[in-house]
C-alpha cells in the first residue's frame, strides 16, 4: 500500500538536545512537507521541498532543519534553538495541485 | 494576503443531526479549497476538494461549494454519526506548496 509514514509515533526529549523526525512516503510525489500543529490552532509550514536536494523555508522555519537526499524521504530536525519545540508535527506529501496526503503525525514533548 | 477563516468549535449535534461548518476565504487569483479531517491522534486527511467557482466536493456524505461570490466553501452533511467526531479542516491552495489552513473546527456528534 502506498502512503506517508512517520516515527515515532510519540518521542521525547530533554531540552537543549537536538531530535530528528522521519518522514517517507512510497507515492512517488515529487514535494514534501513539514508542518507543525498546535492545540487550537491551524497547521503552519516549517519547511517544504519540491524536488530531491531542494528545499525551502516556510512560514516558521527558525529553529528547524531538513534535507532531501532521496525522493522518499524528508526528515526534519528540531534544533536547540527552537523556543518552543513540543507540539504536533505532520509530515505531507503531494504531486499536483489535487491536494497533500498527510503521514500519521509525531508527538514531540520536549522538558 | 490569503486567509481562511472557519467558524469556532465545538460543533456538538446529535447523531442523525445536520451539520453546517462554515468556511470563508480571502485570495487574490482562483485557488482551489479544501477540507481535511482529523481524527483522533492522527493526521490530517483530504475530505474533498474543489477547484474552480461553482464545483461542488463531496465524499464519504459531505459536500462543500465552491462560491465566489460569496467567497465561501461551507461544509455540510445530512446526517451526522458518532464516527463523524473529529477536526475539520478548510484550506486554499493558490498552489500546492502554499495551502493555507483555517484554525479548524472540531465536531463532536453524541449519539
Known amino acids: 500500500d502506498g502512503g506517508i509514514t512517520q516515527s515515532p509515533k510519540y518521542l521525547f526529549r530533554k531540552e537543549g538536545q537536538n531530535v530528528t523526525l522521519s518522514c517517507e512516503q512510497n507515492l512517488n510525489h515529487d514535494a514534501m512537507y513539514w508542518y507543525r500543529q498546535d492545540p487550537g490552532q491551524g497547521l503552519r509550514l516549517i519547511y517544504y521541498s519540491q524536488i530531491v536536494n531542494d528545499f525551502q523555508k516556510g512560514d516558521i522555519a527558525e529553529g528547524y532543519s531538513v534535507s532531501r537526499e532521496k525522493k522518499e524521504s524528508f526528515p526534519l530536525t528540531v534544533t536547540s534553538a527552537q523556543k518552543n519545540p513540543t507540539a504536533f508535527y505532520l509530515c505531507a506529501s503531494s504531486r499536483d495541485s489535487g491536494g497533500k496526503y498527510f503521514g500519521p503525525g509525531t508527538r514531540l514533548t520536549v522538558t | 494576503g490569503n486567509s481562511v477563516t472557519q467558524m469556532e468549535g465545538p460543533v456538538t449535534l446529535s447523531e442523525e443531526a445536520f451539520l453546517t461548518i462554515n468556511c470563508t476565504y480571502t485570495?487574490?487569483?482562483?485557488?482551489?479549497l479544501f477540507w481535511y479531517v482529523q481524527y483522533p491522534g492522527e493526521g490530517l486527511q483530504l475530505l474533498l476538494k474543489a477547484t474552480k467557482a461553482d464545483d461542488k466536493g463531496s465524499n464519504k456524505g459531505f459536500e462543500a461549494t465552491y462560491r465566489k461570490e460569496t467567497t465561501s466553501f461551507h461544509l455540510e452533511k445530512g446526517s451526522v454519526q458518532v464516527s463523524d467526531s473529529a477536526v475539520y479542516f478548510c484550506?486554499?491552495?493558490?498552489?500546492?506548496?502554499?495551502?493555507?489552513f483555517g484554525t479548524g473546527t472540531r465536531l463532536q456528534v453524541f449519539p
Open positions: 485570495a487574490t487569483g482562483y485557488p482551489s
Open positions: 484550506a486554499l491552495g493558490p498552489n500546492t506548496d502554499k495551502l493555507i
